[in-house]
């Protein structure tokens, strides 16, 4: 049990945690963009010079992309060693002009900090930094071993990770994993996530004549590349809401009836969604249920498209060119790889007459499960009881964090906690992305709370 | 017939009437674009201070868009009167990364001018004026009365035109009206145009959720609106090249024997288009020649498409909005108020479910078809023989002018003579616009004939 002369510690704190974080979000560390790489590596030296603070032995690896941070302290022979990933790197902020604030000003607003990279994950993995400082200012040293890894790739698909993984594997050692990158349930309904979809994001170019055309003069006799676009796109989904690559459901894994009727009983609320989404009604694959739909059946979804004349008024061309980004997010035991080759497949049977297409994949993760039975689990959720007043439930997360199927699969870790302090209607990748105080706080007391479980 | 002296006249200020192009194409007066209002007055004050220098009473007048220059020089009582239109607003140059010299600043090159504007309408109109200073320089009068009508909104729709027209018909009135604003046939086939396709523009914008959505957490309980917008471009036409919008083809006037056989004589060069347009084959509507596709024959097409994130790599988004501008090219007897009508109606019968839509209008031209058989068509073949040493053949334009249509049906204009100097491949519409000089020179000729032949 966590001594409570620790929690009263972070009780003290709680403004300064959070104006440190206010800090960590004003870094634009924006992944995807080659723009904001120096940003990107200032993210980790911030982290950096946060563990060395803290006295860890810490480093920051350059990679052919950004950089990762490794520490350690390790001072209690004999006792566990946990692990605890996070990423410091965020989705593009755009939409700008959708953001009430702006992405990269944090602002505190009725019990939320708002701004890029709040949820998603910076300020989630924070909570571990904190919780080590409280334990340490109390107790001047940890109840287990703990390692920390920290990179600047989760949001383009952590591309340079398995190597460093693999290169690193007895540094990286440990009995146990934790990652906060997910969500409660919903809103005072704290989880452990024992599944996670994976993801396939590839990038549609059609090339059809080799310049705009005059939409008079030409009509009627090319094919036009965003009418072929349209077209391919409109293929891929089938009317009962299912994807129509052929293979595409090969490998998906039967939802089971006692995992269907544990999440019938979680009582999704579907109207309080309806109402943050914005919409008249949910859609989707037939013969499923809302919730099983958005975390344990796979889907297919275009995430931009673009071609021809987007500016005001009319103009009155046949575009060269048109293209798309889409993804897919898969189900144990499909893979990623597998699904990239049937979807170039299904796309050049599809391409109509008189245009080309270019297929490029930007971004894989492979889906997982994760064992839910097992002593560490039990001991993450009296950390979260400690933390959140409140036992947890078990929940699937619609969303991939590549590096979870790695360290399963590349490590064989089997032990791995993932522990979301969020909420769904945080705003990840949306605008306006937020984090409750009261949920920040509540991390920070679990993940104390979770060295101490551990070390029974 | 034109005095010799006046053709001697013309050929020895060549570079002159060039240079002047010069500084008109240089005016950005793009009329879609409401930052560009004032390049528009510009150019239309330019037009107005040389129509004033060749001793016309010009005027230039405002409207609720842009304005129009109306000029006359009517000294000729007993002769006929000509009424000369043309247009100084331009297309937006964008993609501006595809010219290879600024739209703006042109720049001559293996014997064409390249600017945006080069041939649509400013080099083509400019012909007239050229012509008429010409004849001055020699002869101190013209030969018949001459109105000068040039506006600011064609390649908007001329949505401000018809009252001026109305308001104004006796100041119009005229024998017979000049159009410059198409093409020869092909180079070194001069035509005169019969017909031209009219113009429904609308777009469509497709409301999802309120804001863009985590793909992972909310992928399979939502209609995506790209993949929404897919869908019904893609119910738009059918797999045999047809429009799908029911009662679209019921005004379209069959093509006559006498005119697919009359076509199928003008031995349409497929494999060059081919080349120009760099595509492998030639597409469209099923049982139908390209070049009856092309000019005499109805079309739809995606004239630019958007939604959610095209910037560089990956994020994993659904966008809360998509949208598209579509525009569909009419032949007689279709109308373009009916045929929004028609498409307004479908769209909304194949809208998914759980997103809105909203239709936009944009743009529209009714089709038109002028006589070929009377008097002043037959003095325009003469004046094009003078200016280009070829009788012209009769043919179809696939492109739109707003003002033919409202001439024959709101003024009760019969003669109305549509005459191109450029050549299909001038680039109207697309990157690197262009003018062959020579046709430049033939047009100035051939314009200034007219004016002589007309008088006869």
Redesign the interface.
């Known amino acids: 049990m966590i001594p409570q002369e620790i929690l009263n510690k972070m009780d003290g704190n709680r403004r300064r945690y959070v104006d440190e974080l206010l800090s960590f979000l004003r870094i634009p560390s924006v992944s995807?963009?080659?723009q904001n790489a120096p940003d990107v590596r200032r993210a980790g030296e911030w982290i950096l010079n946060h563990l060395k603070r803290l006295g860890f032995q810490a480093k920051i690896y350059s990679t052919a992309g950004h950089p990762i941070v490794l520490g350690e302290r390790c001072e209690m022979p004999g006792r566990p060693t946990l692990l605890i990933y996070g990423h410091y790197d965020v989705?593009?902020p755009?939409?700008i002009d959708?953001w009430r604030t702006p992405p990269f000003n944090p602002v505190i607003q009725d019990g939320y900090v708002y701004g890029r990279g709040a949820t998603d994950d910076k300020g989630q993995f924070f909570t571990y930094l904190k919780a080590i400082e409280a334990v340490l200012a109390v107790e001047s040293k940890l109840p287990i071993n703990v390692k920390v890894l920290v990179e600047g790739e989760e949001?383009?698909?952590s591309p340079n990770l398995v190597p460093f993984l693999k290169s690193r594997a007895d540094d990286l050692k440990a009995d146990a994993v934790a990652i906060s990158d997910g969500?409660q349930f919903t809103h005072g309904i704290p989880a452990i996530t024992y599944s996670l979809?994976g993801?396939s994001?590839l990038q549609l170019e059609i090339q059809?004549?080799?310049?705009?055309?005059?939409?008079?003069?030409?009509?009627?006799?090319?094919?036009?590349p965003?009418?072929a676009?349209?077209?391919i796109?409109?293929?891929l989904?089938k009317d009962d809401g299912t994807v129509a690559i052929p293979g595409f459901y090969d490998n998906v894994l039967p939802l089971e009836k006692w995992e269907r009727d544990e999440m019938a009983n979680l009582q999704f609320d579907e109207d309080s969604?309806k109402a943050y989404?914005?919409?008249?009604?949910?859609?989707?694959?037939e013969g499923y249920t809302?919730l099983e739909?958005?975390?344990a059946?796979p889907?297919l979804?275009?995430?931009?498209?673009?071609?021809?004349?987007?500016?005001?008024?009319?103009?009155?061309?046949?575009?060269?060119k048109?293209?798309?980004?889409i993804?897919m997010?898969l189900v144990p035991n499909q893979r990623s790889e597998r699904i990239n080759r049937l979807f170039r497949e299904f796309i050049h049977s599809i391409t109509?007459?008189?245009v080309t297409v270019n297929i490029t994949e930007?971004?894989g993760a492979d889906p997982v499960l994760v064992s839910r039975d097992e002593k560490n689990v039990q001991a993450a959720a009296k950390a979260i009881e400690t933390g959140f007043g409140k036992s947890p439930v078990f929940i699937r997360?619609?969303?991939?964090i590549p590096i979870v199927n790695l360290l399963k699969e590349v490590l064989g870790f089997e032990s791995i906690l993932l522990l979301g302090w969020g909420s769904?209607d945080d705003?990840?990748?949306?605008?306006?992305e937020r984090f409750l105080l009261d949920d920040f706080h509540r991390g920070i007391r679990s993940a104390a709370a979770l060295l101490y479980e551990l070390a029974l």
């Open positions: 995807t963009y080659s989705q593009p755009e939409p959708e949001e383009i698909g969500s979809r993801l994001y059809g004549p080799r310049f705009d055309l005059h939409s008079g003069v030409f009509g009627g006799v090319i094919t036009n965003v009418q676009l349209s077209d796109i409109s293929k989904k969604l989404l914005g919409v008249q009604e949910l859609t989707g694959e809302p739909r958005k975390s059946r889907t979804d275009v995430n931009g498209i673009w071609g021809g004349f987007a500016g005001e008024g009319a103009k009155t061309i046949i575009p060269a048109a293209g798309a980004k993804s997010r109509p007459r008189g930007l971004h997360e619609g969303g991939s769904p705003g990840a990748h949306s605008p306006n």
